[in-house]
């Protein structure tokens, strides 16, 4: 109960006031929620948003290819060490996740290969 207001807050501004309005594609927002989390370093946020991405079930669901474009263009921009992060999370996401959205694995992804080919 006493998070009750805040999650009320939440539901009815982001989800509903925010995420529903018609100027941009569902699948747009979500890749500008990932640019921004990741960017902020906001690790638990982009972590629900990366899984939540991968496994829509509309058309505002990402392919593991989309989701790499989104975290390679923000290396630029967010800079390499923050996209050190996201990729590592987002490959441990995707590898919980890939029976679910039909995404074969790689060997080196199956055996759990970080970003930099290590174990």
Do not use: C
């Not at 998070?3 to 890749?31: C, E, F, V």
């Not at 370093?41 to 990366?50: A, K, N, P, Y």
């Not at 290396?75 to 996201?86: D, Q, R, S």
Request: aromatic share 8%.
């Amino acid at each position: 109960t006493f998070t009750a207001d805040y999650q009320n807050l939440i539901t009815r501004y982001a989800w509903h006031d925010i995420w529903s309005r018609p100027g941009l594609p569902h699948k747009a927002r979500r890749m500008m929620v990932l640019a921004v989390t990741l960017s902020l370093g906001r690790w638990e946020e982009f972590e629900l948003h990366v899984r939540a991405a991968l496994t829509a079930k509309d058309e505002s669901r990402l392919s593991p290819d989309e989701l790499k474009e989104v975290l390679l263009q923000n290396a630029i921009y967010a800079g390499v060490p923050a996209a050190n992060t996201a990729f590592n999370l987002a490959q441990g996401i995707l590898r919980e996740v890939a029976g679910e959205i039909g995404h074969v694995l790689e060997p080196a992804d199956a055996r759990g290969a970080d970003l930099f080919g290590g174990g």
